[in-house]
């Protein structure tokens, strides 16, 4: 009895979380101009508006540009700062390890402030540089949390016995850690590229008028130009973002709680 | 110096440049793209506003303003109010979830993992305006409500108090999901066991082993789930509109509207301050579970 109720009730919560996103992939589908339900006829239209729009495209392509180099760095700097906080004995560690993870509990507004504060006062206006500074602060904790993870997940004495064997410490970094952290370090790479990728706050306050990335697109697309092709490019960057996931997934699975 | 003090002062700096080297890349961005430019803004917060000019002249005005205009008293409590309903509503939704998955669900365990952290990884532009299409008054919920009867007229849902928690429920679920599941899949089956053969039911055993062990989980969700609640920008502004605006909305329009910057730092140092000191003391009072974070 308990446990048939306890079911019934995951299926609902389950369905809670799933119906929007099924939501906007049905009515990418939906031949009407409007999202009326039930849904009148099937079609492909928005797609097909929906990339051969040029703005949907480029927002497209300056997501993908932004998220690789933002999340490149990210993993790049995270991946050294992981090693040391779980590898090296210093006295402000903890200190260390706290605000690298800050971006997570600092309120973005507040990230995205400090930043838009920055590119005014060095006269920035927007552009790259800042919009990727900002994605790579919010991607470093959950590059450091998953390349930790598998940094603790194996025996140190590896790397160990390397020196021993008279590798000195790039040697050793490359040769033994850094092949043993691999797939924690894709991890990583993926979960910062998603963050950037889907980031809206940041982007949207720093990012000037030239740079519009897809969440921005959707959003102005929201505001002020509706049409159904936002949920054709909307399905379009769910089943990126997903098929990120699972990739995701295969690389991390024996990290538990990742 | 002895031989022996000039190798160990040699091993001591090679290992300060290692230290160095590998933490040096990070903290350098953290100063330069976020500590620095947060001191930026905390002095701003100290200029004059006059005639739509900043004006590099001390003043406490603006912080005066945050506690003596009821508005802005009235943002931050409602941001709370807010993500404290949130918690509330998302703790006892969630928990069973995490119980089912932990405990139940054997062949099913990883697909619904991956299912939960699905919502995580889409973008939470599209996840907020999905639920106009699903509460519009043509949309799904509004049509289900009429076809069974309970009612003939659309509800209007949208740019309400409801859809807005509504909104905020769906976002930040999963972060209250997946720690509370971290800690359950992390206690030992035999604990239960025990119990039982002990002659506890399975309602003792829940309430004496299973949910006291589980509470490092409950509490970094509630946390992670209340933080990110009273900070959210897209759900009241795309669901609620100007009457649901929380604190990141407001902090937003000083900036780009009103130009206000000295003001907006304010409320930015403001909230800042209050984050923290919240984080640090529930942080203190409550040990949180670090690894079920994420």
Redesign the interface.
């Known amino acids: 009895m308990v446990n048939a109720l306890q079911r019934a009730w995951t299926l609902l919560v389950y369905l809670f979380l799933f119906a929007p996103i099924v939501m906007v992939v049905i009515m990418s589908v939906n031949r009407s101009r409007y999202s009326v339900f039930p849904v009148p006829g099937w079609s492909l239209d928005w797609y097909r508006q929906a990339l051969s729009d040029p703005s949907i495209v480029e927002a497209l392509r300056t997501s993908a540009v932004v998220a690789v180099i933002a999340s490149v760095l990210a993993t790049s700097i995270g991946t050294l700062a992981a090693v040391a906080l779980v590898r090296l004995r210093f006295r402000l560690r903890k200190v260390a390890h706290a605000a690298f993870m800050s971006p997570l509990i600092i309120p973005e507004i507040i990230i995205a402030i400090a930043l838009l504060t920055l590119s005014t006062t060095l006269d920035f206006r927007g552009g790259y540089p800042i919009v990727v500074a900002g994605h790579v602060l919010m991607g470093l904790p959950f590059v450091i949390t998953v390349v930790s993870a598998r940094l603790y997940g194996f025996d140190q004495s590896l790397e160990e016995a390397a020196r021993d064997l008279g590798a000195d410490e790039v040697r050793t970094f490359l040769r033994v850690t850094l092949p043993l952290v691999l797939p924690g370090v894709v991890g990583g790479l993926l979960l910062a590229f998603t963050v950037s990728f889907d980031n809206f706050l940041v982007t949207f306050m720093v990012a000037g008028s030239e740079i519009v990335t897809m969440p921005l697109k959707i959003y102005s697309m929201l505001r002020f130009e509706f049409s159904p092709k936002i949920h054709a490019a909307s399905t379009v960057i769910i089943f990126i973002t997903i098929s990120l996931l699972f990739v995701y997934r295969a690389l991390t699975r024996k990290d538990r709680y990742l | 110096m002895s031989a022996d003090g000039t190798a160990a002062a040699t091993v001591a700096r090679r290992?300060r440049l290692?230290?160095a080297?590998?933490?040096g890349?990070?903290?350098l961005?953290?100063l330069?793209?976020?500590v620095?430019?947060?001191f930026?803004?905390l002095r701003?917060s100290f200029y004059s506003f006059v005639d739509g000019q900043i004006v590099p002249q001390f003043t406490l005005e603006n912080y005066l303003r945050v506690f003596r205009e009821p508005l802005y008293a009235e943002v931050f409590v409602k941001s709370l109010a807010y993500g404290l309903i949130v918690v509330a509503i998302a703790l006892p939704?969630?928990y069973?979830?995490a119980?089912?998955?932990a405990r139940?669900?054997r062949r099913n365990r990883e697909i619904?993992f991956?299912?939960?952290?699905?919502?995580f990884?889409?973008?939470?532009?599209?996840?907020t305006?999905?639920?106009?299409?699903?509460l519009?008054n043509?949309?799904?919920v509004?049509?289900l409500l009429q076809s069974a009867g309970i009612t003939d007229e659309p509800i209007r849902f949208l740019f309400s108090l409801p859809a807005v928690l509504i909104g905020l429920v769906?976002v930040f679920?999963?972060y209250m999901i997946?720690p509370i599941y971290?800690s359950l899949?992390k206690q030992e089956a035999e604990l239960e066991q025990a119990a039982q053969d002990l002659g506890a039911n399975?309602f003792r055993t829940f309430v004496r082993i299973t949910f006291p062990l589980s509470l490092p989980g409950v509490a970094t969700g509630c946390m992670l789930v209340f933080?990110m609640t009273?900070?959210s920008?897209?759900t009241p502004d795309?669901l609620g509109g100007p009457s649901q605006a929380m604190?990141?909305n407001v902090?937003?329009s000083e900036?780009?509207e009103t130009y206000n910057?000295p003001f907006?730092?304010a409320l930015?140092v403001t909230?800042?301050v209050f984050?923290?000191v919240f984080?640090a003391i529930y942080s203190r009072l409550i040990k949180l579970d670090g690894?079920?974070?994420?």
């Open positions: 290992e290692k230290l080297a590998h933490i890349p990070g903290t961005w953290l330069v793209f976020f620095v430019p947060a930026i803004v701003t939704v969630g069973p979830v119980h089912f998955i139940k669900a619904l991956l299912a939960l952290i699905i919502p990884w889409t973008s939470i532009v599209v996840r305006y999905a639920w106009k299409i699903l519009g043509s949309g799904l509004n049509y769906h679920l999963p997946l971290a899949e399975r933080i009273v900070s920008y897209l795309i604190i990141s902090i937003q900036y780009f910057w907006g730092g930015s909230f800042l984050s923290l984080f690894g079920a974070a994420h």
